[in-house]
């Protein structure tokens, strides 16, 4: 039998146990996602349903974003006859019922006996906030990493402490360099010290990307301290400089991609139109061929051998130069070789010719532009500062410099490309000497189409191809090879880069169109001074 004291102690103690007990149990029901979910049941104030959103995020429980998810969508209904809240999904009626927590099936209702939980965009942005918040704990780093950003633009004083505990246990480091990004904008909008906002902003500053500048710009205009005003202002402008190098960046980038379509439709006409004087206005549809095997070529790996798709341009290269060439091989000895010393004549019956490739296009293959996909190693983009460059654009650059060095290797290296420049600097002592012209001249005039049709190959990937793809590029490359100097590739490289550029910094000014426009004016006055543009072909045949 127990004596008095021990009594007293034990009862102490079972009286502590219970107090302890029901402390934890309110507690458990407190913190309790299911419990405080039902809080949205019944015809409660816009300000309750957001104070409940808080609430269930402070939870810390990913399973709440289902809840949170179908609120934000309009999904989320209480019964009327006992306020229990669901999610109610399907268009009929009755409505399919799930729990609102785990999604598991809840039964059905009439939509006569349900009612949805209203909210309004300020409670859309608490629900997208606590959403953030949930992710910031997510195991996926890439989450992780997305709601740092979510919370960045749209951070609020509250979020501060969430976000301190998220950077306390942020083990990446780019991860918790966004997540102290996001607390600095939300410390801009607080009545933190100013000490504090300072840090901010040299942090902001640091950033230097246009959402820090949203930021910054706001803090500029919004706040009352005077420090605080002028150090947003420095580091916003600091920013604008940084943003104003970029885009004259990415102007140079587009310049430059530009150029390369360009130097590929005109590497091909400053060959023809070089050595044998020819004014092809065909040489637009050799581009176009080029284009069309390449769709052909897709659609045969679609149907054969789809597990061939990234090998797709690879395959289609030397078919589309073979294919073009042939083409041009067949009008030169067909046409061309009759009107030789006749150029208005060779442009009359080059166009002519156009025409009938165009017409012969569309009667194969329709006059709807056809689709050509972008293997996977040619699709997406990514970052170089605050300048984004496309995988596609950069390989054709790749491409088109690859092209120009191959060909520079044929004209300089080869046996065909001596006989080219001696027939290019002075044809009739090239023909005493026993280089048969007649053979040169086919040779060249194949090449140049057969490098327009690999042209096609790489436009096929940036342009609509169709029937008309190569009148887009034709009266450019005329352009480019005047500028540059008839027959120089080094002056059609120059040339092509050049007119490129300036497109692109005269869009924005004048537009597409005036653009084109003030570029021709600006190339008639060039060629006034220099009639043989930037880089001239010299020799007996020419001064002739």
């Given at each position: ?22 402390g ?33 995020a402070?939870t ?11 609120l ?8 009327k ?35 949805k ?101 706001a ?34 980038w ?76 067949v ?21 002519g ?18 689709q ?22 950069l ?77 887009g ?18 002056g ?7 007119l ?35 880089f ?9």
């Amino acid at each position: 039998m127990l004596t008095l004291p021990c009594r007293l102690l034990t009862l102490a103690f079972l009286a502590l146990l219970a107090c302890l007990g029901s402390g934890a149990a309110a507690f458990a029901q407190a913190g309790d996602p299911a419990q405080i979910v039902q809080k949205f049941g019944g015809k409660t104030s816009f300000e309750a349903t957001e104070a409940t959103v808080k609430e269930l995020a402070a939870t810390g429980d990913p399973a709440v974003a289902r809840a949170l998810n179908a609120l934000a969508e309009g999904q989320l209904y209480y019964r009327k006859s006992d306020n229990r809240v669901f999610i109610a999904s399907g268009g009929g009626d009755p409505l399919t019922l799930l729990d609102p927590l785990s999604g598991d099936p809840a039964g059905e209702e009439p939509s006569g006996n349900l009612a949805k939980v209203k909210i309004k965009n300020s409670i859309r942005r608490t629900v997208s906030d606590a959403l953030g918040s949930l992710t910031l704990a997510s195991p996926d780093p890439a989450k992780r990493l997305a709601a740092a950003n979510t919370l960045f633009a749209g951070a609020t004083p509250e979020q501060i402490e969430t976000l301190d505990a998220a950077i306390a246990g942020e083990q990446l480091p780019d991860i918790r360099a966004r997540l102290e990004q996001a607390r600095a904008a939300a410390v801009l909008k607080s009545d933190r010290p100013e000490a504090e906002k300072l840090a901010a902003i040299e942090l902001l500053g640091s950033r230097g990307d246009r959402e820090a500048l949203v930021v910054l710009t706001a803090a500029s205009a919004g706040s009352a301290e005077a420090a605080v005003k002028a150090a947003a202002a420095k580091a916003a402008g600091a920013i604008e400089e940084t943003i104003a190098f970029w885009a004259y960046a990415q102007n140079v980038w587009y310049g430059l991609s530009l150029g390369s379509v360009l130097l590929l439709a005109a590497i091909g006409l400053a060959i023809t139109f070089g050595v044998m004087g020819v004014i092809n206005m065909a040489h637009g549809e050799m581009v176009m061929l080029g284009a069309y095997t390449t769709f052909a070529v897709q659609e045969t790996i679609r149907a054969e051998a789809p597990s061939l798709f990234a090998w797709s341009l690879a395959i289609a290269l030397p078919l589309a130069f073979l294919v073009s060439a042939f083409v041009g091989l067949v009008i030169e000895r067909g046409i061309i070789r009759f009107l030789y010393g006749r150029p208005l004549e060779t442009l009359l019956a080059t166009f002519g010719v156009s025409l009938i490739l165009q017409q012969g296009v569309r009667t194969i293959f329709g006059p709807t532009n056809r689709q050509v996909g972008n293997p996977d190693w040619m699709s997406g983009a990514f970052e170089v500062g605050l300048m984004s460059v496309t995988w596609n654009r950069l390989w054709i650059i790749v491409f088109a410099l690859i092209v120009f060095a191959a060909l520079l290797l044929v004209l300089g290296r080869t046996s065909l490309g001596l006989q080219m420049r001696a027939v290019t600097q002075n044809r009739r002592m090239a023909s005493a000497m026993g280089i048969r012209t007649p053979w040169i001249d086919a040779m060249t005039f194949a090449l140049g189409s057969g490098i327009a049709g690999v042209a096609g190959v790489a436009l096929s990937q940036i342009d609509n191809v169709s029937p008309n793809l190569g009148q887009g590029y034709i009266i450019d490359s005329f352009m480019v090879v005047v500028f540059g100097g008839v027959g120089n590739l080094w002056g059609t490289l120059v040339g092509a880069m050049s007119l490129g550029i300036l497109n692109k910094f005269l869009e924005p000014f004048a537009g597409a169109v005036l653009g084109k426009i003030v570029v021709l004016v600006l190339l008639i006055l060039f060629i006034q001074k220099r009639p043989r543009g930037l880089f001239a072909q010299k020799g007996r045949f020419v001064e002739a």
